[in-house]
T-cell receptor
Framework: GENVEQHPSTLSVQEGDSAVIKCTYS??????FPWYKQELGKGPQLIID?????GEKKDQRIAVTLNKTAKHFSLHITETQPEDSAVYFC?????????FGKGTSLLVTP | DAGITQSPRHKVTETGTPVTLRCHQT?????MYWYRQDPGHGLRLIHY???????DKGEVSDGYSVSRSKTEDFLLTLESATSSQTSVYFC???????????FGSGTRLTVV
C-alpha cells in the first residue's frame, strides 16, 4: 500500500500548550485526509478530516492543514486538556480504503 | 460503537487452528474493512468489501480470507492461525468508501 509517514511517535505537552502532529503521504491521487483519535481499549474515532480542495479546516480547538504540493498535512490541537491524551492516527485514501500512519501517542500532563 | 459490533471481543487459540472473526453492522453501509493493529505498525488493511460477495485484498492479506454473503456481515477467517497473527483486529464500515469510517471496538486475538 501507499505509505503514510507520521511524526512524532510520542508527544508530551503540558496542559494548555499546543500539540502538532505531522504526516506525509506518497500517493498523488489521494484527496481525503482524516485524523482519528483512539482511546485505550476502544476503536479509533474520526475527529476531523480535510479534502484536497481546501488548505485548512478548524473545529474548535482542533485544526488540520494540508499542503498538496509538498504532500504534507498536520493536526494542530490548541489549549490541550488531559482528556486529549490518546493515540492519534492520520490517514489518506487509496482507492476505496484508507492507509494509516503508525500513530502518535499524545500525553497531556496537568 | 453504534451500528457496528465485533465478535468475539477476546479470543485465545492454538497455533494451526482455524479462527473466524465476525463484524456485524446495522447501518446498511456498502463498504466494510478489516484492519489489524500492532505496536509500531499502526493500522494495516487486511481485506475489504465493496458489496455483497465483492471483496479485495489489502496490504497484509496473506493467511487471511474473508466472506460477505449479506450486507450486514463481514467475516474474517484465519485458516490456520500462527503466532504472527496475534493482534487486535478492527472492523470498519463506510457508506461511500474511505470516507468517514466508523470502527468497531476490536477483537483481541492471541495465538499460542
Amino acid at each position: 500500500g501507499e505509505n503514510v509517514e507520521q511524526h512524532p511517535s510520542t508527544l508530551s505537552v503540558q496542559e494548555g500548550d499546543s500539540a502538532v502532529i505531522k504526516c506525509t503521504y506518497s500517493d498523488s491521487a489521494s484527496n481525503y485526509f482524516p485524523w482519528y483519535k483512539q482511546e485505550l481499549g476502544k476503536g479509533p474515532q474520526l475527529i476531523i478530516d480535510i479534502r484536497s480542495n481546501v488548505g485548512e479546516k478548524k473545529d474548535q480547538r482542533i485544526a488540520v492543514t494540508l499542503n498538496k504540493t509538498a504532500k504534507h498535512f498536520s493536526l494542530h490541537i490548541t489549549e490541550t486538556q488531559p482528556e486529549d491524551s490518546a493515540v492519534y492516527f492520520c490517514a489518506s485514501n487509496s482507492g476505496y480504503a484508507l492507509n494509516f500512519g503508525k500513530g502518535t501517542s499524545l500525553l497531556v500532563t496537568p | 460503537d453504534a451500528g457496528i459490533t465485533q465478535s468475539p471481543r477476546h479470543k485465545v487459540t492454538e497455533t494451526g487452528t482455524p479462527v473466524t472473526l465476525r463484524c456485524h453492522q446495522t447501518e446498511n453501509h456498502r463498504y466494510m474493512y478489516w484492519y489489524r493493529q500492532d505496536p509500531g505498525h499502526g493500522l494495516r488493511l487486511i481485506h475489504y468489501s465493496y458489496g455483497v460477495k465483492d471483496t479485495d485484498k489489502g496490504e497484509v492479506s496473506d493467511g487471511y480470507s474473508v466472506s460477505r454473503s449479506k450486507t450486514e456481515d463481514f467475516l474474517l477467517t484465519l485458516e490456520s492461525a500462527t503466532s504472527s497473527q496475534t493482534s487486535v483486529y478492527f472492523c470498519a464500515i463506510s457508506l461511500q468508501g474511505f470516507d468517514g469510517y466508523t470502527f468497531g471496538s476490536g477483537t483481541r486475538l492471541t495465538v499460542v
